[in-house]
DNA sequence: AGTATATGCAACCAATTAGTTGCATGTCAA
DNA sequence: TTGACATGCAACTAATTGGTTGCATATACT
């Protein structure tokens, strides 16, 4: 896969992404209700769903997310793969 | 050292920026005028001097970017420390 | 069928940001 | 000390972005 950098270090900027990428890291296959009451709730954060919603796109972009539908949900994976060889260059 | 992850991530989603650290990580201790003349000759980029010096304080404020006077003349160099660890959590 | 739930999409807004231009400061060298 | 060179700083602009509100679509359940 051709990662695009770009796209990753966007995505990596924003601490609510970031915080994503945590709460999926750590408990994978996330409905975006689930995620976004979690945010919420344990970290405090006053967001709303659609904007979770386009953060997960941004992500999704990226190839840090991704996502199957089951029936009416669609559940959220984390993929670390665009991470690897990410600083390349600069570090071992 | 306590790295400011958001600072650091926030210098990094930059592709020029990317770009400078690209060129202090190949030819460490360059001044901002060497470092604009490669950048506009080697990289065909079109951006002033200002614009990269707004730039390098973006990476001094994340520590990826150090510098020193030597008379009337600022070196920059690059350190490369606060990007270990900066995935961890994520990858291993 | 009809209602409730989960998500998708688009327009809009305020704040941030990458870039510019113009001018000021500081240091070396003749 | 005067001129040339390297850098610093501030105001302004256009584009991007994180967020919102409102409405549309899709699936499940009774």
């Known amino acids: 896969m ?3 950098k770009d796209a990753i270090f966007k995505a990596l900027s924003d601490s609510n992404r970031r915080l994503i990428l945590d709460e999926l890291s750590e408990r994978n296959e996330l409905t975006l209700y689930e995620l976004t ?3 919420i709730m344990k970290h405090g954060l006053s967001i709303s769903r659609q904007a979770i919603s386009k953060h997960i796109s941004a992500l999704e972009d990226a190839g840090l ?3 199957k539908r089951k029936g009416k949900y669609r559940v959220l994976m984390f993929n670390k793969e665009p991470l690897t060889d990410l600083l390349k260059g ?3």
Do not use: G
Request: a negative charge; charged letters at 25%; hydrophobic letters at 50%.
């Open 37 to 39: 009451a979690r945010l």
């Open 2 to 4: 051709n990662w695009d």
């Open 90 to 92: 600069w570090v071992e």
């Open 65 to 67: 997310v991704q996502s």
